[in-house]
């Protein structure tokens, strides 16, 4: 559903189900290879989300012709409809949606079964409190509005796994459909408070750290007097402050853990149950309300990355979409795709754009939210392709635009599958600990800065150079088949990710780490040792002091002198490292970045907050020796990718642009030729060859 745009195991004690959807031996989601049926190169869909709930069957027969006539070839269907799948507890009725999915096929359109585990029937809430959310303040809450349901609560748990098990049973050999999803936005719901939430919680930390000892050290417990002499002396800590920041960032591993955990069950269901099927779930791990570590999980939980693609600005956009790739091989899918929204109608080319956008970032389906415009409930006056009163939109002619066209690019080379060059890294657990909750803490007197930004600040030399990057937890994935990895701010320096960038680098990889990383450890407190904590001989410096510049920092690099745009800068101290480049406005015009070499590799460590204005110069002064290709070059705004001999270019302004390349071309979209020169219009796009 819309969004305004961005950007373990199971924790349940009392869980009871089936030996039939026991957790499979294997933690990772069933990975697509060895799978040459599901979809892959040379597939692409267009289409929409689809509520038949809110439609008569005679509405239902008139929007699957517009569909049909559109071209569509994908919808996804059922997510949102727990009670009209299951009206009571225990009886089922799917012969509605069975002739939804039935016309469907009859009209050529692929189906997406989305297992609707959330929001939960009010008829579960009502037979179960413990599905209700309890307030911080100790206030049970009614399921007023979406995704106010405990997904923890253990019944909650077995009727979400049960009616998994229904749809799954029936769904998975018929012909139309083609994924399975589960519990839509996942990770936009709510922490609550109930005692049982407490034992829960209790019993998480128990497996995390043994002894009440092992705790109050992990807590710091002896300052301001907080020592905890037994378990029963465990609070939940405030998700809206105030509180420590070490308790902080266990709340939030704590529902993280139990939201994997819940989507894990729903994995084994599928792999008991619908083997046959990949999933492709609606996932939602950076809503503020809760989210998810969705980079250190997605391998247990999803053969796709997908996500609801609402994009604001490019560069956001593109690492949002990276990072809901993850580390799979396999296309994204937009399972929402923007298409107008809530008070937005739309504007005309904009879908189309974003649309070849996504083809870029290795997107393969497009299913616009939503196929109807919205008259009733929380998103009233929410503008789909079709108006109010049922009748096709501009918009629909737009989709069935892409939908024509689509249909010829993917038999020149999209999906995209070309691996990425670079990684950046983004980690959860210092998102989290670097935004707290409302309270005394002078971890943000520190930390001055915006987390997202700063990630977007080191991806945007990238960006602009047209070269592919994933979005990964280097904690997770191996840094093994990247020419360059980058570590914007890493705040938190787990072992994990520690012992990936020694390896990385010690084995010949080259690393970019900025100012603000490696200060604390998995606890979220400060290393005693020298920073960068658990990497300072790797980078051959030592990084405690630190300073903010009154004016602009300046730095001189390779004959040149930046000017970067954040005042933060760390005062290095080499051992073994080598300085690149110095501040030339500071009072010690000390190293502003040091290149130490580790092994077969090198560490370079840059001084400042992370900021394209330094980190790009830095980072295109080694394509050439690490052999990173720059993809082609192009205009602000506009951006490009070379994909089987031919050329996507993509202007993402309102303003009309000019691409210039060598020779003469031709458009494959508009069948004209081009000498030197591409004019592309405002949301323009063309292929030349």
């Known amino acids: 559903m819309y969004r305004r745009p961005a950007r373990l195991a199971s924790i349940a004690l009392a869980l009871v189900l089936s030996s039939a959807v026991a957790l499979a031996p294997s933690a990772r989601a069933q990975s697509a290879v060895g ?91 009502k037979k179960y409190p413990g599905v209700d959310i309890v307030n911080q303040d100790g206030v049970r809450i009614n399921p007023a509005s979406r995704y106010w349901d405990n997904i923890s609560d253990p019944d909650y748990r077995r009727l979400a796994a049960r009616l998994a098990q229904k749809m799954m049973q029936r769904y998975a050999h018929n012909p139309a459909v083609i994924a399975l999803g589960y519990d839509n936005e996942i990770g936009n719901g709510h922490m609550s408070y109930s005692p049982a939430d407490r034992t829960r919680f209790v019993a998480w930390l128990k497996r995390r750290y043994g002894t009440i000892e092992a705790l109050n050290k992990a807590w710091a417990t002896q300052r301001w007097s907080r020592r905890i002499n037994n378990w029963d002396e465990v609070d939940i800590p405030y998700e809206r402050g105030p509180g420590p920041n070490e308790r902080y960032l266990d709340l939030h591993r704590y529902w993280s853990d139990d939201t994997v955990g819940a989507l894990e069950e729903l994995e084994a269901v599928r792999k008991q149950y619908a083997p046959n099927l990949p999933v492709a779930s609606n996932f939602w791990p950076n809503a503020s309300t809760k989210g998810f570590d969705y980079l250190r999980a997605w391998d247990k ?278 300085p690149l480049a110095s501040f030339a406005n500071t009072p010690q015009h000390s190293p502003a970045i040091t290149l130490n070499h580790y092994g077969k590799g090198q560490a370079i460590y840059v001084a400042t907050a992370p900021q394209s204005e330094l980190i790009g110069p830095l980072v295109r002064s080694l394509y050439a020796k690490l052999g990173i290709k720059p993809g082609p070059r192009t205009p602000a705004g506009v951006i490009a990718r070379e994909v089987d001999g031919r050329t996507l270019y993509v202007n993402t302004t309102q303003a009309p642009v000019s691409v210039s390349f060598g020779g003469s071309k031709r458009g494959l979209l508009s069948n004209k030729p081009y000498d030197g020169t591409l004019p592309l219009a405002p949301y323009g796009v063309e292929i030349v060859q």
Request: contains cysteine.
């Open 301 to 578: 939980i999803s053969t796709y990355g997908a996500q609801g693609f609402y994009p604001g600005d490019p560069l956001s956009a593109a690492v949002d979409v990276m990072s809901n790739r993850a580390g799979h091989t396999t296309p994204v899918w937009f399972n929402e795709f923007t298409a107008g929204g809530g008070g937005y109608y739309g504007t005309p080319g904009r879908a189309r754009m974003w649309a070849y956008y996504g083809l870029i970032y290795y997107a393969q389906s497009f299913l616009a939210w939503t196929f109807n415009s919205h008259s009733g409930g929380e998103e009233q006056a929410l503008f789909g392709l079709v108006d109010h009163d049922g009748r096709a939109s501009w918009k629909v002619d737009e989709f069935a635009q892409i939908a024509r066209e689509f249909k010829t690019l993917k038999t020149l080379g999209f999906p995209r599958y070309d691996p990425p060059q670079v990684a950046v890294n983004f980690s959860y657990q210092s998102y989290w600990l670097t935004n707290p909750p409302p309270g005394p803490n002078t971890m943000q007197e520190y930390f001055k800065g915006d987390y997202n930004k700063f990630e977007q600040a080191a991806y945007k030399p990238l960006f602009e150079d047209n070269i592919d990057a994933a979005v990964i937890d280097f904690g997770h994935d191996s840094l093994d088949k990247y020419k360059l990895a980058i570590l914007p701010s890493a705040y938190v320096m787990d072992a994990a990710t520690a012992a990936a960038v020694r390896k990385y680098v010690a084995n010949g990889g080259t690393v970019i780490m900025t100012g603000y990383s490696a200060k604390v450890d998995e606890t979220g407190k400060w290393f005693e040792t020298p920073l960068p904590g658990r990497l300072g001989d790797v980078f051959g410096v030592r990084t405690n002091a630190f300073y903010r510049a009154e004016q602009p920092l300046k730095v001189s690099f390779d004959g040149a002198t930046l000017t970067g745009s954040d005042p933060y800068y760390e005062i290095l101290e080499p051992s073994t490292a080598t």
């Open 35 to 125: 799978h040459p049926g599901w979809p892959g190169k040379g597939e692409l869909f267009v289409g929409a989300c689809y509520q038949p709930i809110d439609r008569s069957p005679a509405q239902i027969r008139e929007d699957i012709a517009i569909m049909k006539r559109a071209g569509f070839t994908m919808v996804r269907m059922g997510d949102l409809s727990w009670d009209s799948f299951e009206p009571e507890e225990g009886r089922f009725t799917f012969e509605w949606f069975d002739d939804v999915i039935a016309q469907m096929h009859a009209a050529g359109i692929r189906v997406i079964v989305d297992i609707p585990g959330q929001p939960a029937p009010i008829w579960l809430h």
